[in-house]
């Protein structure tokens, strides 16, 4: 996400920090060629135009003309703006209601309300420890009841059950009934996307939003549309008056223009991403973040959340003692390649790192891709228990041997120890309170790598 964006404006923003002072025609220049960069994602013109309207008359102040750094300084204004761009702060899914509360999913055919309206319910199910129903009121498009209740049964969420030729409105009734007597605490409404707004479909939307009385109206718009997405969500909010927006295909979307566009367009939150297909694959829209990844950051925080998810307390406990220790197995690092895996792989992780986009040239140049993990996994499980102990014994016959259980060939092992001994070393640094390199993997590591 938003990867075309950030390398624009690394670049611009290298150029000003590389300036001992700034004039105002350094700024202006500067500025006309963010406003481009953001045209280019497909940032709508008018929140270009007002975006540098915000940044201009404080990055040419008097404060910025004579700092010792007035390249960071921009680069701190830009980060502040887009902050305020993407909504200040992160919003919570409005749940202050009594049983059973409602949320009503809206959204064109295509965006992925059904998939998220299930990702929601098992969130809220995680999160906040409340009781799901899910409920299908598309009448229209072929199998999308049952569509719902494969993706409730397959994840556990109680569904209501599908009665033919009943009318939206009467399967919202039932579902209230059911929900009360099923002990549900949230009732999560799909509503009948259309393959564009009309009369009848809003129509038919005002008429259930007045019966469930949601504490939630939420737009499902996909990201990949840009700014057709960013029109539909105006559309919507005008006619229905939505409570926030989730963007789907954000983990496609090399742009981001209807996540930079949606806050000020409609003036309602972006309050969940999805980022695939998977019921976990969605996450909190944090702001300030998204601004971080957007100026090549990176955003360790959610890289945390996202690792501590899979890993117990016992888990993290015993790494946090081996690096303490300076302890590091061939079964450590198949425990860290397995967590990577579970993490959406290599790409995945090294997005949240700050300068992801230079590592991720490295990783291009280096031909590093993520087959490497799985035949990793596949090597160190045809190493013998002693092997994965102490890689020095394995001679030229071990390696063979391995080449043979693993399906790989010879020169794969040999990178695969390569890339432990580096591992391994880094380990006993850290142990001795050494600093790792950190933004772009060093040389060393990836030549290890190659």
Do not use: W
Request: proline share 3%; hydrophobic share 40%; aromatic share 4%.
């Amino acid at each position: 996400m938003f990867e075309n964006l950030t390398n624009r404006l690394e670049s611009i923003f290298s150029k000003l920090k590389q300036a001992p002072s700034l004039t105002k025609d350094q700024v202006d220049s500067g500025l006309v060629e963010i406003r481009k960069a953001l045209l280019e994602a497909d940032v709508s013109l008018q929140v270009a135009k007002n975006f540098i309207e915000k940044v201009k008359p404080k990055a040419i102040g008097q404060e910025i003309i004579e700092s010792t750094s007035p390249g960071q300084m921009v680069v701190k204004i830009v980060n502040d703006q887009l902050i305020e761009l993407l909504g200040k702060k992160q919003e919570d899914i409005n749940l202050k209601a009594s049983s059973p509360i409602s949320l009503l999913m809206l959204g064109l055919q295509g965006s992925g309300k059904t998939t998220t309206s299930a990702k929601i319910a098992y969130f809220i199910e995680r999160k906040y420890k409340k009781k799901c129903m899910l409920v299908s009121l598309d009448v229209y498009r072929p199998a999308a009841q049952e569509q719902l209740k494969i993706l409730a049964d397959a994840n556990n969420i109680l569904n209501l059950p599908i009665v033919q030729n009943q009318k939206p409105t009467e399967i919202a009734s039932r579902a209230i009934n059911a929900a009360k007597i099923n002990g549900a605490d949230v009732i999560i409404f799909d509503t009948a996307g259309r393959t564009q707004i009309d009369l009848n479909m809003m129509t038919e939307i005002k008429q259930i939003k007045s019966l469930v009385k949601p504490t939630e109206t939420i737009l499902v718009a996909d990201s990949l549309t840009g700014q057709i997405a960013v029109n539909v969500a105006g559309e919507f909010n005008n006619a229905i008056n939505i409570s926030s927006i989730i963007l789907t295909r954000v983990d496609g979307d090399g742009r981001g223009g209807a996540a930079l566009s949606m806050k000020e367009v409609t003036g309602k939150p972006i309050k969940f991403i999805g980022m695939g297909e998977k019921i976990d694959d969605l996450d909190v829209f944090h702001p300030e973040r998204i601004a971080k990844r957007i100026l090549g950051m990176g955003d360790i925080v959610s890289l945390v959340e996202k690792a501590s998810k899979d890993l117990s307390e016992k888990k993290i406990k015993e790494t946090e003692e081996q690096i303490k220790d300076g302890i590091f197995t061939m079964d450590s690092y198949l425990s860290q390649l397995r967590q990577m895996k579970k993490m959406g792989g290599m790409n995945s992780v090294m997005s949240l790192l700050p300068g992801a986009n230079k590592i991720k040239k490295q990783m291009e140049n280096s031909s590093i891709d993520e087959k490497m993990l799985t035949d990793n996994e596949a090597i160190i499980l045809s190493m013998t228990k002693k092997e994965r102990e102490d890689p020095k014994i394995i001679s030229g016959s071990r390696r063979k041997r391995i080449s043979q259980g693993a399906g790989v060939d010879v020169a794969k092992i040999n990178k695969l120890i390569k890339q432990f001994k580096m591992m391994s070393d880094m380990m006993k640094k850290m142990s001795k309170g050494k600093k790792i390199p950190s933004g772009v993997l060093p040389d060393e590591i990836m030549n290890q790598l190659k």
